[in-house]
């Protein structure tokens, strides 16, 4: 089973930015989908990117109109998503996974989990 470890979370305000990074201990093929998902405070986990490790090609959840990219280095086992401007609505700890490729938007789908990063967003 492979280890993820999320960084680069933190406080912000408003219209900032974040790249959060997560670190891979395992070997990943082309048959992996990575992804981050999120859990606001009293919510459950939702979905927020996925992506193909072998080609690259990323998915968004509906909500990110195009604030956030997901994005993967294949040689050094990194996954990222970089965050612009962000709202206090993207408050919420999150979670890089991996998995096989299935229904990615379903938590079912991720095997491995990291153990989350917080990302604040104020007024």
């Known amino acids: 089973q492979v280890q993820l470890r999320e960084s680069g979370g933190g406080l912000v305000q408003t219209e900032d930015s974040l790249r959060l990074s997560c670190t891979v201990s395992?070997?990943?093929?082309?048959?992996?989908?990575g992804a981050w998902f999120r859990q606001p405070p009293g919510k459950e986990r939702e979905y927020v990117a996925a992506?193909?490790?072998?080609?690259?090609?990323?998915y968004y959840a509906g909500f990110v109109k195009g604030r956030f990219a997901i994005s993967r280095d294949a040689a050094e086992n990194a996954l990222f998503l970089q965050m612009n401007n962000l709202k206090p609505d993207d408050t919420a700890i999150y979670y890089c996974?991996?998995?096989?490729?299935?229904?990615?938007?379903?938590?079912?789908?991720?095997?491995?989990w990291g153990q989350g990063t917080q990302v604040t967003v104020s007024s």
């Open positions: 992506i193909s490790w072998g080609s690259g090609s990323p």
């Open positions: 395992g070997i990943l093929d082309s048959g992996h989908i």
């Open positions: 996974a991996i998995g096989k490729w299935g229904y990615i938007d379903n938590v079912s789908t991720y095997t491995s």
